[in-house]
């Protein structure tokens, strides 16, 4: 459901299956946190700033006194986080995604399920210094230069970067997009995917923009510009189905040598072997594969050597979403063999050199 179109649709669901993409017990939920986090805590500064920022993460026209309750929850919850995990460091935007969850499934499943989010999907956003980061934002562009070589050289021509997604990436979308259901629907999707998925969708965005990119003054200000007002009506289920298609066509595996600028076993994203979490996690990737490999045999079917510039700009059917559904269902037998091999599959040992 999660990959699938639509989503999770609800937040009564996202209660239930949040937790299970998480590998979160519910039963087994640690008591809120207390008050006395606050006490000579090196982060309650910065971290009451952000959140004092935060007003425009609350629906509209919430009373103030409820909005001031969940900033005091909201603030508990992450130094709650970083006093039991002191090898997480703090960073600008983490509140973003903390309030998503508060948001959804209250304050006490928040904790749980930050606290496990942080220590994998985030843990390389946490780091004391930003190297992970920037290697997770070095994939950008060889993604978008796999399917688009064109808008790749004119922004490595206008020596643009990848800085104008960094927002993007370290709140999963959470601060630069308005409409609070459209943030928790790439939540789903990017709970139910590998660490990389976000910096995939990120990539279908500059890519689904292509031809304003193209048409903006070839320079660092005007594409910078551009490319970090992100606009608020974008095709969600297209781009989402397109990050899933992009990511089983260019997994990071075959991406790592021209994006890595330090030796991959030192990120998250290519020491993803927590057998617990990646049991559930490979499952939904297993069926993007399977979606698409189907997509390519209808297509060679139907456009033989065009098939796969086809399935780039195809919409995913409700026949794909049925597929889905059948493919996790027939995941469930194999599982162990099949999580094992998909893990091993994608976090191969390179000997990498360094990204200039």
């Keep these: 459901m999660a990959i699938s179109e639509g989503g999770l649709l609800t937040d009564e669901i996202r209660c239930k299956v949040w937790p299970k993409l998480l590998s979160v017990n519910t039963d087994d939920l640690p008591p809120l946190p207390g008050k006395e986090l606050r006490e000579d805590n090196k982060d309650y500064q910065q971290v009451l700033l952000d959140v004092r920022r935060s007003l425009r993460r609350f629906p509209p026209g919430m009373p103030d006194d409820q909005r001031e309750g969940l900033q005091e929850e909201l603030i508990d919850i992450i130094l709650h986080v970083l006093k039991r995990n002191p090898q997480l460091h703090y960073y600008q935007g983490y509140h973003d995604i903390v309030v998503t969850f508060l948001l959804v499934v209250g304050d006490r499943l928040a904790t749980a399920l930050v606290e496990k989010l942080s220590t994998h999907h985030l843990r390389d956003f946490m780091d004391p210094t930003m190297d992970n980061t920037k290697h997770i934002l070095n994939y950008l562009m060889p993604i978008i230069d796999q399917v688009n070589p064109e808008v790749h050289d004119f922004m490595q021509s206008a020596e643009v970067g990848t800085i104008f997604a960094l927002s993007w990436l370290i709140t999963w979308f959470g601060h630069v997009l308005s409409d609070f259901r459209h943030v928790v629907r790439l939540y789903d999707f990017f709970l139910a995917c590998h660490p990389l998925m976000p910096i995939y969708f990120a990539a279908v965005i500059v890519l689904h923009r292509q031809?304003?990119?193209?048409?903006?003054?070839?320079?660092?200000?005007?594409?910078?510009?551009?490319?970090?007002?992100?606009?608020?009506?974008?095709?969600?289920?297209?781009?989402?189905?397109?990050?899933?298609?992009?990511?089983?066509?260019?997994?990071?595996?075959?991406?790592?040598?021209?994006?890595?600028?330090?030796?991959?076993?030192?990120?998250?994203?290519s020491t993803f072997k927590d057998f617990e979490l990646a049991s559930v996690q490979q499952r939904p990737d297993t069926v993007l594969r399977q979606r698409f490999r189907e997509r390519l045999r209808g297509e060679e079917r139907l456009r033989g050597e065009e098939r796969t510039k086809s399935i780039l700009t195809k919409p995913r059917t409700n026949r794909f979403v049925k597929l889905a559904v059948m493919g996790l269902t027939v995941a469930l037998g194999a599982a162990a063999l099949a999580v094992v091999k998909s893990a091993l599959e994608w976090a191969p040992k390179f000997e990498l050199q360094i990204f200039p």
């Design 211 to 269: 031809q304003e990119v193209l048409e903006c003054e070839c320079d660092m200000a005007s594409v910078h510009h551009l490319l970090s007002q992100i606009p608020q009506d974008l095709p969600y289920e297209s781009l989402i189905s397109k990050a899933g298609d992009l990511f089983v066509q260019f997994p990071p595996s075959e991406l790592a040598k021209e994006a890595a600028q330090q030796q991959a076993e030192r990120t998250a994203a």
